[in-house]
């Protein structure tokens, strides 16, 4: 077995690895890598093999850096089947046609800026068009089924504890055993199950995303979400969330169905304004088999995703009504990092008031809106106009669906028996890899890789 590391080496972007098997060669993952607009569009464009030569893909999960250019590889020859579970098979659907859509949107608005510099127009990466090949190629795969797409090559899915259907990928061939951890999720998350830790493994390929970060407990969430809401309620504040459309706006709403049954949000209404959010909310209820045992329990009783006082804003009229609502209020809104999206209408409409709250609950990238609020920016512009900071920004950071570097150092050890022989970091800035590394090598005396672009290992 052969292994090429593309991508997410050394970055936690585009996750893309390709691996050859008795001269046949598969993919695990073909993700977006997210960057600067023409760092981008190198990196996607270009695959260092032939579309047409892939037999198949294994996909861990949903989020776009893992499956987003996709309609790439079938628009370039790819013809095979896409393996992943039923669950990740519906949300990557969804984001996959969204990422089409904002990509024929910015391409629409940059057309424009460049035939008014006499520049040809630029053809996006795909569009619509382009992601019902992909679709049709989906091939679902239950958790803990083993299945064999070339002849002595047997894969198998477990759960990652990391979205909705996301996995660990198991790969055996001859008497190796290869597990690709995808992104490992955190144990005692609400809603899916902790992290399968699995046995007699040989290579370990291991995301580093947080390798040298210690996260907040999950622990402390709903008493500090109380604390705010309860501030909230004194100053009459709208408490707008910008939250990613997957799991996080999920994981907030059972938060807050908890809050309203302990009557913390008696006359606080909560709205989820985001109509992507809203689509993979109902993916959501229709995969109870990913659910961990207390949301089974509550899906058994009724919706584990609404409660009185929660509603889903179906368009923007009504979206644009909420502006002149006065408060408490909480709006749950996309894209999770401002950049665009209902909730930037939103924060132009609440950013200049003292009285209302942002909550940031996850990563912010540099250079975004969200990473701006964080970092305490008194003006800042959105839409090409310049808003004065004046409402409290917090930051929640128990919210996070990735395992920190002690669950990851906690992870190897726990797959550290006589067979296991290496461990290669992946999906890691190069100082959080190191960091996860230098931890391995020292603790548990293992090999351990940070593969570079086109490393290729033989095994
Ligand atoms: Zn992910």
Known sequence: MEITFIGATRTVTGSLHLFEYNNKKFLLECGLYQGHREEAERINSTFPFKPREIE???????????????????KRGFTGPIYCTPATKDIA????????????????????????????????????????????????VNYNETFEPLPGLKCTLFDAGHILGSSIIQIEAGNKSILFSGDLGRKDMPIINDPYVASDIDYLILESTYGGRKHQSFDGIYNELKQLIEEGKKKHSKIIIPAFAVERTQVLITLLKRLYEDGILKNVPVYIDSPLATNVTDVFRNHPECFDEETYDLFKKGDPFNFPGLRYIPDVPASKRLNDRTGPMIIISASGMCEGGRVTHHLIHSIGDRNNMIIITGFQARGTLGRKLLEGANRVSIFHDRYDVRAKVYFMGGLSAHADGDDLFNYVSSLKDNRLKKVFLVHGEIDEAMALSE?????????????????????
Do not use: W
């Open 439 to 459: 931890r391995i090598k020292s603790r548990l005396n293992l090999d351990v890789d940070i593969p570079q672009y086109l490393t290729r290992v033989t095994i």
């Open 56 to 74: 198949f893909v294994i996909l861990s999960h949903a989020h776009i850096d893992h499956c987003g250019n996709l309609p790439n590889l079938t």
């Open 93 to 140: 659907s969804l984001l996959i046609m969204d990422s089409a859509r904002i990509q024929e949107a910015d391409f629409e608005y940059l057309n424009k800026q460049r035939k008014k510099a006499g520049l040809p127009p630029k053809e996006p990466l795909y569009t619509l068009n382009d992601v019902d090949d992909v679709l049709k190629e989906f091939s679902t």
